[in-house]
């Protein structure tokens, strides 16, 4: 294991960073070959910002194909990430030694609905960070039941949160010092299908999943929120997962988490360095610990440790530019805002509805409480609508079953067109592609 | 995964019934949206059975529904793998083959190109589908046409039908 194993774990190390002053960026890399994967960490450590290191899952292992992984592994043909099962917890082990610890904490991420075989290499492998969610995972990739999904993220908080030094080792492994940490789990609620959402039902399904982990013995959380069309409605946003995890989220640790965009990104280097900036500025400013990079370059590929460590360099550098919002963080938290209303209502309604958050969440989409727009998983109701108003702020058209009647009101009566709908999904991408090529339309810096 | 899966269908019905899906491996949707607006807007009822269908789940829509059209959208580059499979199973059933079925989007591995190479429009042909689509915006003009004189047919053959 690492030598410097015996400090923090991934919670810990980033609210250390956050106390002093430092945004945490952290790329979102991974690649097929072990030692790749062990180069492009290593970069990570070391590129020079206060950066937590990634191993990204490929797509076979996301959707539990590792036999495909595997032959893919044998034929040498690159796969989109890191197959940790079809590697398995050794080989994964080695790629961290040394390298993974309490100066350096590495997360899993995935994008799996039924991830228990994952975190059961993870942890073997001496790992204990990973992000998902019951319905972050489930509805906007695949058909997956909702209602298996919520089982299998039962048992995923049950292994993780077993992985305790008195419950699961035996005292002759008690000097391991992934025994000393606390697991984290990371919602992944805050993206849903990436674009097109209202933030305030991103804010509330990432403030329900951070619930049902915690129901379910996971006491060391962030709370994601993504990066959506425009900043001033990002900041509300982020300000009101803030103020909801504080008054809800008594007993845990938690920090709040930015991605950047992850919708359809600008084609130009240029534009994606605008909008990557803009992020940093927006987590900063908002008081969130922890930023997920992108790159110019994975739109279109597989993006080289080199592009990960510039896009980190460069997200770090905006972030120091940045200032917080006047005030203390928690001032801003404490507004009264739209979207902290919305998500309120959100989150009041859901867990009037069962006392077990599982359950209360599969009531709440089977009766419409929770209704992600555009989103085609049978399991979800597909009764509410969004649209992009004209000064690039994301609002319900059609509530459908949703609990906002009297707290949001609907706008625009004419269904969406087929040209609408592509012409929203690369608002941002139009924007910042535009403000690259002119700088006169640069997207002004918030605040 | 289960074939009950079969969706909820619109209950009032204009034009032809079209279902929309993508093919076992592909998760993407917002392809599959643009679609369904599309063809709502060229009059027509569209059910969007939503991504990763397999091919019982197809099978057993078809079956119930008996819809005029079956388009299969994919972007993630392995779509024409499992489109076979989808095309197989629909032309398996001899109770469906008045359903027409075509297949678009990103079918190719190699590359950004949105035009499927003329080997692999051939193989999906000659499997039964009754068109193949690239990904660029003369492609979708080429489905419009392709929906609107299919029912053309339709209308047509009704008329017959009901003389």
């Given at each position: 294991m690492p030598a410097d194993d015996r400090s923090a774990g991934f919670g810990e190390f980033v609210l250390a960073a956050h106390r002093r002053g430092k945004l945490v960026v952290q790329p979102r890399m991974g690649f097929s070959d072990p030692a790749t994967m062990r180069r492009g960490l290593l970069a990570t450590r070391h590129a020079g910002p206060t950066t937590v290191g990634t191993l990204t899952l490929d797509s076979f292992t996301r959707t539990g194909r590792h036999d495909d992984a595997r032959a893919c592994l044998a034929g040498g043909i690159e796969l989109n990430g890191y197959p940790i099962v079809a590697h398995g917890a050794a080989t994964t082990a080695a790629v961290l030694d040394g390298v993974a610890g309490g100066s350096f904490p590495v997360q899993v991420r995935h994008g799996c609905a039924q991830p228990e075989e994952i975190i059961d290499v993870l942890l073997r492998a001496g790992l204990d960070a990973t992000e998902g969610g019951p319905v972050s995972y489930c509805l906007p990739y695949g058909r997956?039941?909702?209602?298996?999904?919520?089982?299998?993220?039962?048992?995923?908080?049950?292994?993780?949160?077993?992985?305790?030094?008195?419950?699961?080792?035996?005292?002759?492994?008690?000097?391991?010092?992934?025994?000393?940490?606390?697991?984290?789990?990371?919602?992944?609620?805050?993206?849903?299908?990436?674009?097109?959402?209202?933030?305030?039902?991103?804010?509330?399904?990432?403030?329900?999943?951070?619930?049902?982990?915690?129901?379910?013995?996971?006491?060391d959380i962030s709370l994601s929120y993504a990066q959506q069309t425009h900043p001033v409605q990002d900041e509300e946003a982020l300000h009101a997962l803030r103020?909801?995890?504080?008054?809800?989220?008594?007993?845990?640790?938690?920090?709040?988490?930015?991605?950047?965009?992850?919708?359809?990104?600008?084609?130009?280097?240029?534009?994606?360095?605008?909008?990557?900036?803009?992020?940093?500025?927006?987590?900063?400013?908002?008081?969130?610990?922890?930023?997920?990079?992108?790159?110019?370059?994975?739109?279109?590929?597989?993006?080289?440790?080199?592009?990960?460590?510039?896009?980190?360099?460069?997200?770090?550098?905006?972030?120091?530019?940045?200032?917080?919002?006047?005030?203390?963080?928690?001032?801003?938290?404490a507004r009264d805002s739209q979207t902290y209303a919305e998500a309120r209502a959100l989150v009041d309604e859901v867990r009037q509805l069962h006392a077990d958050p599982g359950r209360a969440l599969l009531l709440a989409f089977e009766r419409g409480v929770l209704d992600v727009p555009f989103c085609l998983h049978p399991d979800n109701r597909g009764r509410s609508r969004a649209y992009l108003d004209a000064a690039g702020w994301l609002r319900w058209s059609e509530l459908g079953a949703l609990p906002l009647r009297g707290i949001a009101e609907p706008g625009r009566a004419s269904p969406l067109t087929s040209a609408e709908l592509l012409d929203s999904l690369h608002h941002v991408q139009r924007t910042f592609d535009r403000a690259a090529s002119d700088p006169t339309r640069a997207p002004a810096p918030i605040g | 995964m289960a074939i009950t899966d079969v969706p909820r269908f619109p209950d009032t019905r204009s034009g032809m019934l079209v279902v929309v899906a993508a093919p076992a491996s592909d998760a993407h949707t917002w392809n599959l949206l643009y679609l369904q607006l599309l063809l709502q807007e060229l009059g027509h009822t569209v059910a969007n059975l939503g991504s990763c269908v397999p091919p019982d789940l197809l099978v057993e829509t078809c079956r119930r529904y008996r819809p005029d059209l079956v388009v299969i959208g994919t972007v993630n580059g392995h779509g024409s793998h499992d489109g076979m499979r989808l095309i197989r199973a629909i032309r398996q059933d001899p109770g469906?083959?008045?359903?027409?079925?075509?297949?678009?989007?990103?079918?190719?591995?190699?590359?950004?190109?949105?035009?499927?190479?003329?080997?692999?429009?051939?193989?999906?042909?000659?499997?039964?589908?009754?068109?193949?689509?690239?990904?660029?915006?003369?492609?979708?003009?080429?489905?419009?046409?392709f929906v609107e004189a299919l029912a053309l047919q339709r209308t047509e053959r009704a008329c017959h039908a009901g003389r």
């Open positions: 997956t039941p909702l209602r298996e999904s919520v089982r299998s993220w039962q048992r995923c908080c049950d292994l993780l949160a077993a992985h305790r030094p008195a419950a699961a080792h035996p005292p002759a492994e008690v000097h391991r010092p992934a025994a000393a940490r606390r697991p984290h789990l990371e919602t992944f609620g805050g993206c849903l299908m990436g674009q097109l959402c209202p933030p305030s039902l991103l804010v509330a399904v990432s403030v329900l999943e951070a619930l049902f982990f915690r129901h379910h013995g996971i006491d103020r909801l995890a504080g008054e809800l989220l008594a007993g845990v640790s938690w920090h709040i988490v930015v991605y950047t965009y992850m919708g359809v990104f600008p084609r130009t280097p240029a534009g994606a360095r605008l909008l990557g900036a803009q992020a940093a500025r927006l987590a900063v400013r908002a008081g969130a610990a922890r930023l997920i990079v992108k790159t110019a370059a994975e739109a279109y590929r597989i993006p080289s440790i080199e592009e990960n460590v510039a896009a980190l360099r460069e997200a770090a550098a905006a972030a120091e530019d940045a200032v917080p919002a006047p005030g203390t963080p928690e001032a801003g938290a | 469906l083959a008045e359903i027409a079925m075509v297949i678009g989007g990103k079918l190719g591995t190699v590359g950004a190109t949105d035009a499927p190479d003329s080997h692999l429009t051939g193989t999906l042909l000659s499997a039964g589908f009754a068109a193949v689509f690239g990904a660029t915006d003369a492609d979708v003009d080429s489905l419009c046409l």
